[in-house]
């Protein structure tokens, strides 16, 4: 049994410290959301606890695995390593966040288009992977793509479908159409 499992032999669940709370604000996919946070709760445990936001998950839970990859202050940032206290101040994109008034996104049209996922575990991590990548270069080629998603561990799919999705959403992207 690992250090991190509960009575119950449940893994990562979450366990209060019962330590003093600590105030911490943020903007999370566009609203501002003012919080008292447990100071030994991690990013990823307060993002499923506190604001109800699952579609970010956790593999390892030990920074090794890229499924919690979230966007912060616009660099992809695993949120199983950062406290939620840590996030005073700071602007996240979620996974959630991606899809615009109940509007999948480019990317996450490519991802589907290419059958750049199976069971879909990864998939939040890699969009947010992705998401964080083409933000800062919209033209990216091969082996930048490879590099932007090193992090991020898929045991099912091969990578080739994920970088061809985020090939062609660069593409559309840059030719500015958001349809198929
Ligand atoms: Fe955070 Fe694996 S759950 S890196
Ligand atoms: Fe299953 Fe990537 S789609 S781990």
Same mark, same amino acid.
């Given at each position: 049994?690992c250090?991190?499992?509960?009575?119950e #032999?449940d893994?990562?669940?979450y @366990? *209060?410290s019962g330590m003093?709370?600590?105030?911490? $604000?943020c903007k999370i996919?566009?609203e !501002?959301?003012?919080k008292?946070?447990?100071?030994?709760?991690?990013l990823?445990q307060?993002?499923?606890?506190d604001m109800s936001l699952?579609g970010t998950k956790?593999?390892?839970?030990?920074?090794?695995?890229?499924?919690?990859?979230i966007k912060m202050?616009?660099?992809a940032?695993?949120?199983c390593l950062v406290?939620?206290a840590?996030a005073? #101040?700071s602007?996240?994109?979620? @996974? *959630?966040g991606?899809?615009?008034?109940?509007?999948? $996104?480019?990317?996450?049209?490519?991802f !589907?288009?290419h059958?750049?996922?199976?069971?879909?575990?990864?998939t939040p991590?890699m969009?947010?992977?992705a998401r964080?990548l083409?933000?800062?270069n919209?033209?990216p080629d091969?082996e930048?793509?490879?590099?932007?998603?090193?992090?991020?561990?898929?045991r099912c799919?091969?990578?080739?479908?994920?970088i061809?999705a985020?090939?062609?959403?660069?593409k559309?992207?840059?030719e500015?159409?958001?349809h198929?």
């Amino acid at each position: 049994m690992c250090d991190r499992h509960n009575k119950e #032999g449940d893994c990562f669940e979450y @366990v *209060e410290s019962g330590m003093p709370r600590v105030p911490m $604000s943020c903007k999370i996919n566009g609203e !501002i959301v003012h919080k008292m946070v447990d100071p030994t709760m991690t990013l990823l445990q307060f993002l499923h606890k506190d604001m109800s936001l699952f579609g970010t998950k956790e593999g390892c839970g030990e920074g090794e695995c890229g499924a919690c990859t979230i966007k912060m202050n616009g660099r992809a940032v695993n949120s199983c390593l950062v406290l939620a206290a840590e996030a005073q #101040g700071s602007e996240i994109i979620t @996974v *959630e966040g991606l899809s615009k008034n109940g509007e999948l $996104s480019v990317l996450q049209k490519e991802f !589907i288009k290419h059958d750049a996922l199976q069971c879909g575990f990864c998939t939040p991590g890699m969009l947010m992977s992705a998401r964080a990548l083409l933000d800062k270069n919209n033209d990216p080629d091969l082996e930048e793509v490879k590099e932007a998603i090193a992090g991020n561990f898929c045991r099912c799919t091969g990578y080739f479908p994920i970088i061809d999705a985020i090939l062609a959403t660069a593409k559309k992207e840059r030719e500015g159409s958001d349809h198929e």
